[in-house]
């Protein structure tokens, strides 16, 4: 992750953050599409889930000048998705769902250097979780 990607990140983030609850919502709607199955994983109030989505994307974004310690705080949230029913096989559709959110949600300014930029920070951040949760099991 480069010092530019981390850059292209947070400044699209901040794009995104005025219109989190309708990401949010654009999120979970697109997240279920690409794969109904994971529906049951989530239970409770979506509105509630969509904060809390969004609420820990934005503190991930603000923290990737500092990973020492963004990656613990990754890690837990890793480990805590394991009682969720989450296995390493949807991280994939996860990334998915939230490119494509992203997508909507900036339009134009979802340019190919910023599609790609999330996409290594997606990685290093489920990579981080799934080692985590592999590590509970």
Do not use: C
Request: proline share 4%.
């Amino acid at each position: 992750m480069t010092p530019e990607q981390k850059e292209l990140v947070q400044s699209s983030f901040d794009k995104v953050e005025p219109i989190a609850d309708v990401a949010a919502e654009i999120f979970y709607a697109r997240l279920f599409e690409l794969d109904p199955s994971l529906k049951p994983l989530f239970s409770g109030d979506m509105a509630e889930q969509g904060k809390k989505l969004m609420t820990m994307l934005g503190t991930a974004v603000r923290a990737l000048d500092n990973l020492e310690a963004l990656v613990p705080v990754v890690q837990r949230l890793g480990e805590r998705h394991v009682s969720y029913g989450v296995e390493a096989a949807h991280y994939a559709t996860v990334g998915q769902a939230l490119l494509d959110t992203l997508a909507k949600g900036l339009g134009d300014d979802f340019t190919p250097e910023v599609k790609e930029a999330w996409g290594v920070v997606y990685g290093v951040l489920s990579s981080t979780m799934i080692a985590a949760a592999d590590a509970v099991k």
